[in-house]
């Protein structure tokens, strides 16, 4: 019976993945897919899927850092249910994604799926702060724009903030103080209920903080994450190896976009993130490209003075 339900899953799973390799094909312009990749090196492949695949592994193993290295979690259905949940925020809304991985895993080895939730939601916490540092960085080096440097202050302010937030109300402990003072409001006199529902909810979400008191663990997950995004500053690059002045700036920029929470299905913090980074590529090269233009231009009209002259 167990066999038999193992294959089923394996079917389900296999149905499950032809449905999304149809929907990533369904609006593509073959003929300009293949015109693309006529220009494309694939030995590029050899390089950055191997480096991909290492990143996400490294995010995997680092989910299980965050859970203080919880035994009944291995390092592979990490790595798994984390690709799976990113598969699905890039179809759904709302990061439907992270919420999937936290029920699927919580049936799987009978944890509790608001712990889980809460430590998805420090994960992307820890992953918005890395790619700061990782921003900030490249604004030193290579691109100081105000507009830029207002997103990075924002994305500060948010990352940072939460971070402080869910750090005090993690070590003071006072999410059940909040609820109680709840239950005293006159207009909630008859929801007492469903307010200790809530509040016995929430201390299983804070749960997922329990690494905060464990500092090898946490910080163990922070270079972990530090790593995983450093190595997708590289595959970023390599795949934009057409345009080879894409700096790990954009790469940043993107993956403060990628880090944000989403609302909306049509276009999500993904795509925001490289129609940035490929504005600011495109801006970058017609600047250079007329630069160029008018270099030459002055060139051949003081060439002809010259020979007016003459």
Same mark, same amino acid.
């Given at each position: 019976?167990?066999k038999k339900h193992q294959h089923q899953n394996k079917i389900l799973g296999i149905l499950?993945?032809?449905?999304?390799?149809?929907?990533?094909?369904?609006?593509?312009?073959?003929?300009?897919?293949?015109?693309?990749? &006529?220009?494309?090196?694939?030995?590029?492949?050899?390089?950055?899927?191997?480096?991909?695949?290492?990143?996400?592994?490294?995010?995997?193993?680092?989910?299980?850092?965050?859970?203080?290295?919880?035994?009944?979690?291995?390092?592979?259905?990490?790595?798994?249910?984390?690709?799976?949940?990113?598969?699905?925020?890039?179809?759904?809304?709302?990061?439907? %994604?992270?919420?999937?991985?936290?029920?699927?895993?919580?049936?799987?080895?009978?944890?509790? @799926?608001?712990?889980?939730?809460?430590?998805?939601?420090?994960?992307?916490?820890?992953?918005?702060?890395?790619?700061?540092?990782?921003?900030?960085?490249?604004?030193?080096?290579?691109? &100081?724009?105000?507009?830029?440097?207002?997103?990075?202050?924002?994305?500060?302010?948010?990352?940072?903030?939460?971070?402080?937030?869910?750090?005090?109300?993690? &070590?003071?402990?006072?999410?059940?103080?909040?609820?109680?003072w709840l239950k005293k409001l006159p207009f909630l006199n008859k929801n007492h209920e469903?307010?200790?529902?809530?509040? %016995?909810?929430?201390?299983?979400?804070?749960?997922?903080?329990?690494?905060?008191?464990?500092?090898?663990?946490?910080w163990g997950a922070f270079l972990m994450s530090m790593i995983a995004w450093m190595l997708?500053?590289?595959?970023?690059?390599?795949?934009?190896?057409?345009?080879?002045?894409?700096?790990?700036?954009?790469?940043?920029?993107?993956?403060?976009?990628?880090?944000?929470?989403?609302?909306?299905?049509?276009?999500?913090?993904?795509?925001?993130?490289?129609?940035?980074?490929?504005? &600011?590529?495109?801006?970058?090269?017609?600047?250079? %490209?007329?630069?160029?233009?008018? %270099?030459?231009?002055?060139?051949?009209? @003081?060439?002809?003075?010259?020979?007016?002259?003459?």
């Amino acid at each position: 019976m167990e066999k038999k339900h193992q294959h089923q899953n394996k079917i389900l799973g296999i149905l499950v993945s032809a449905v999304f390799i149809l929907l990533i094909f369904w609006k593509i312009d073959l003929h300009q897919l293949f015109a693309t990749f &006529k220009g494309f090196d694939f030995r590029a492949f050899l390089i950055f899927v191997p480096v991909y695949l290492l990143g996400i592994y490294i995010r995997g193993a680092r989910w299980k850092y965050l859970l203080c290295n919880d035994k009944k979690l291995s390092v592979n259905e990490a790595f798994f249910s984390f690709t799976a949940g990113n598969t699905l925020n890039s179809y759904l809304p709302a990061r439907a %994604g992270d919420f999937w991985r936290a029920v699927h895993v919580g049936n799987k080895i009978g944890e509790s @799926k608001m712990k889980l939730l809460g430590s998805i939601i420090l994960e992307r916490i820890i992953d918005g702060i890395s790619v700061l540092l990782i921003l900030y960085t490249a604004i030193l080096l290579y691109f &100081k724009h105000q507009k830029v440097i207002e997103i990075a202050i924002f994305s500060a302010v948010l990352f940072f903030g939460a971070f402080i937030f869910f750090f005090v109300l993690f &070590k003071t402990g006072k999410i059940t103080d909040i609820f109680e003072w709840l239950k005293k409001l006159p207009f909630l006199n008859k929801n007492h209920e469903i307010i200790d529902k809530l509040s %016995g909810l929430s201390e299983l979400f804070m749960n997922g903080f329990s690494v905060l008191n464990d500092p090898k663990c946490f910080w163990g997950a922070f270079l972990m994450s530090m790593i995983a995004w450093m190595l997708e500053c590289f595959v970023s690059v390599c795949v934009h190896s057409c345009a080879r002045n894409l700096s790990h700036f954009q790469v940043a920029g993107a993956g403060c976009c990628i880090c944000a929470p989403d609302y909306y299905n049509d276009i999500d913090n993904n795509h925001h993130g490289n129609l940035f980074c490929l504005r &600011k590529h495109v801006y970058e090269r017609d600047f250079r %490209g007329n630069q160029i233009r008018r %270099g030459k231009l002055k060139c051949s009209t @003081k060439r002809q003075k010259q020979t007016a002259c003459t």
